[in-house]
């Protein structure tokens, strides 16, 4: 069973930063894309960052420049370096991960249970 556990969400003011972690177990993640999703109240889930089996990455336009995706394939995680953060960066944090060497996008994506981030101005 595929599970990803997700932490270090929480508050910080305009312009301060946050490093966000995911840890899978239950499959070779290693050899899986792996990437965030956010949703804000009101609006629908979008893809912030994805990394692939290589390291090759893509961003949301929006945290271009300011956030980072990286992993760590020995210890079956992923991170998101978020810097300069905005009040509206604010919303839940998804870790997403497919059976896909190249992409979080598509069918069947296992989800972890999300954790929040809150930007005040």
């Known amino acids: 069973q595929v599970r990803l556990v997700e932490s270090g969400g929480g508050l910080v003011q305009a312009g301060g930063s946050l490093r966000l972690s995911c840890t899978a177990s239950g499959i070779i993640s290693s050899i899986n894309a792996m990437g965030w999703y956010r949703q804000a109240p009101g609006k629908q889930r979008e893809l912030v960052a994805q990394i692939s089996r290589t390291s090759y990455t893509n961003y949301a336009d929006s945290v271009k420049g300011r956030f980072t995706i990286s992993r760590d394939n020995a210890v079956n995680t992923v991170y998101l370096q978020m810097s300069s953060l905005k009040p509206e960066d604010t919303a839940v944090y998804y870790c997403?991960?497919?059976?896909?060497?190249?992409?979080?996008?598509?069918?069947?994506?296992?989800w972890g249970q999300g954790t929040q981030v809150t930007v005040s101005s």
């Open positions: 997403a991960t497919r059976d896909s060497r190249d992409t979080v996008v598509g069918d069947h994506v296992y």
